[in-house]
């Protein structure tokens, strides 16, 4: 082979190798797209045990395969090279069934009597979670009660929508459910320009299944971090800059949120 053959040939390959490139690009981006959702009302009450940042990402992304009008009792499939190229790691196939099978367990919600107190119930997330390591797939079918309890239930309640993308560069453990009941709150209350929301620090702590966490170190190493990924982050997305404060009289903490964009809209009607 002559030298400019060779050229050719070395170019066409620089081609193909961008071209791979750029489909896994739009590949990942059109799965960062999809839309998560969740029921407002069981974002607040909700107890995930146990599970690692991937697991959490994992559950967040099964729920952004679904789509208004699905079929419920259908089979979900789930591509390994689409979790191994949106989460960029070289999961096994095992790897992945024993994720969702985690993930499948976790999920606790939590309720209250009118006498105060507390009832706990734990459902499974999926009732088959069928692995085929041949095909590098993972089908999955939802567990009736889940859906029942949790979701699906479209025309029932309020849902909270956004973006997967707004969820894969967290690297702290708890930011994605601080995330989701701050956004929750922002959206319920759109027509405020600072939005304030206060917890007791203990449900808190039980939501984030911190119990066992001192309060200082709670604040500190969870509270603190995950703020500064999620403003880092999703400024945008919830539309301004978060601030916390701490009341040790109360024992409670009230998160801030400046909601710029009705700032803005009150100032254009001046």
């Not at 030298?3 to 170019?11: D, L, N, T």
Request: glycine share 2%.
């Amino acid at each position: 082979m002559d030298y400019v053959e060779k050229r050719k040939q070395g170019r066409k390959r620089i081609f193909e190798k961008k071209l791979k490139e750029n489909e896994k690009k739009k590949r990942i981006e059109e799965n960062k797209s999809y839309s998560v959702a969740l029921q407002n009302e069981k974002i607040f009450n909700s107890i995930y045990s146990g599970l690692n940042l991937y697991e959490k990402k994992m559950y967040r992304f099964v729920l952004s395969l679904i789509k208004k009008g699905d079929d419920i009792d259908t089979t979900f499939i789930i591509r390994h090279k689409f979790i191994k190229e949106l989460f960029n790691h070289n999961f096994t196939s095992k790897d992945i069934h024993d994720m969702l099978n985690k993930v499948s367990s976790s999920l606790t919600l939590i309720g209250t009597y009118k006498n105060g107190k507390k009832r706990y119930l734990s459902i499974p997330i999926f009732k088959v979670i069928d692995t085929s390591e041949n095909s590098e797939t993972t089908n999955v079918i939802f567990n009736e009660k889940y859906t029942e309890f949790v979701f699906f239930s479209f025309d029932k309640g309020h849902f909270l929508k956004y973006e997967l993308a707004s969820i894969l560069n967290y690297k702290k453990l708890h930011t994605i459910e601080i995330f989701e009941n701050l956004l929750a709150k922002v959206r319920e209350n759109q027509r405020e320009e600072i939005v304030s929301i206060e917890y007791d620090i203990e449900t808190l702590k039980e939501i984030l299944d911190c119990k066992k966490q001192a309060t200082k170190d709670f604040i500190k190493k969870v509270i603190k971090k995950s703020i500064e990924e999620i403003n880092k982050y999703n400024y945008n997305v919830l539309g301004g800059t978060i601030d916390y404060k701490y009341n040790r009289t109360k024992k409670t903490i009230t998160f801030y949120i400046e909601n710029i964009a009705f700032m803005i809209k009150q100032e254009r009607k001046k």
